[in-house]
């Protein structure tokens, strides 16, 4: 099982800085996944900026998420 998201911090360019709850940090880059339907409202920094976390992965309002797998899979480590 991958670990859950504990902390996310939106940074410029559509990034986000996730803590794991396994002491992990990385950087995950959400621009390839803004021409998604689903994403859309993302492409407004502002929008972007609310993340934030709920039930161990990062969401905005309007019920915007992303799998928890995805973030630590496809995230780089610092």
Do not use: C
């Amino acid at each position: 099982m991958l670990p859950a998201v504990t902390a996310v911090q939106p940074l410029p360019d559509y990034r986000l800085f996730l803590t794991f709850e396994n002491g992990e940090h990385r950087y995950f880059d959400m621009t390839p996944y803004l021409h998604y339907r689903v994403f859309e409202r993302l492409q407004n920094p502002g929008f972007f900026k609310l993340a934030r976390l709920d039930y161990g992965t990062v969401t905005w309002p309007g019920e915007i998420d992303i799998a928890p797998e995805t973030l630590y899979l496809d995230g780089v480590s610092e």
